[in-house]
């Protein structure tokens, strides 16, 4: 059974702390992503991966940056948590090409900056 | 700019009625849709898609139609049934992305034994 496993379900940080959110993907996918979840905003790409080492900026990359140092592995890393960042963090992958068989979700991460 | 917009947040239907979610696009590059499925406290999980080759495509209960000249898509569903309340969101994919998906803003949808 493919999995997107995130290390955590649950975080609650302090404003200007430096923040780790991990994802695992079993399945060999070349393609790993990173969505934020918000009420009325829908899912919201913060960056993507085609490669290891290899990262792209998306629709609202600022105050985010990522890591992929194997193919396996995505990180989200928020340099200095503020309060509108706190929200649910969706990590997703798929087989690179084309037609499109869907991303894998994993079950997020409901994050709390205070 | 929200290129794929789902303009109900909410939708209510009696169990074994349809139950038909919309979504529009602005952008005439998108040439891939789906659809998922998400419940409370778990990632959302692919549904349904649709090649824009195609006006339709059908999976169970579960049936997207694409009108690629009005820019929309609609999920039917038939019979709607109490296990497939949850949100349900559009995505889309231009043909020149890779796999970078665009998704809408999600409908809640209810089904009312």
């Known amino acids: 059974d493919v999995k997107v496993t995130q290390s955590s379900r649950y975080l609650v940080k302090r404003t200007g702390e430096k923040v780790f959110l991990e994802c695992v993907q079993d399945m060999d996918h070349e393609n790993m992503f990173w969505y934020r979840q918000d009420p009325g905003l829908g899912l919201r790409l913060i960056y993507f991966?085609?490669?290891?080492?290899?990262?792209e900026k998306g629709d609202i990359p600022e105050g985010y940056s990522v890591s992929r140092e194997k193919k396996e592995r995505f990180s989200l890393i928020l340099e200095s948590a503020s309060t509108n960042q706190t929200s649910m963090y969706l990590c997703?992958?798929?087989?690179?090409?084309?037609?499109?068989?869907?991303?894998?979700f994993g079950s997020g991460t409901r994050l709390t900056v205070v | 700019d929200q290129q794929v917009k789902q303009n109900s947040p909410s939708l209510s239907v009696q169990e074994g009625r349809i139950s038909i979610l919309n979504c529009d696009y602005t952008?005439?590059?998108?040439?891939?849709f789906l659809w998922y499925k998400k419940y409370p406290a778990e990632g959302p999980t692919f549904l349904i898609s649709i090649s824009s080759i195609k006006d339709k495509n059908e999976d169970g209960r579960f049936t997207v139609f694409l009108n690629k000249s009005a820019k929309h898509l609609s999920l039917h569903i038939v019979p709607s049934q109490p296990g497939d309340s949850a949100v349900y969101f559009c995505a889309a994919e231009p043909e020149t992305s890779g796999s970078r998906l665009t998704f809408g803003e999600g409908t809640q949808l209810t089904v009312n034994p």
């Open positions: 991966s085609y490669d290891v080492k290899m990262k």
């Open positions: 952008n005439s590059m998108f040439d891939y």
């Open positions: 997703a992958s798929s087989f690179g090409g084309r037609p499109n068989y869907g991303y894998t």
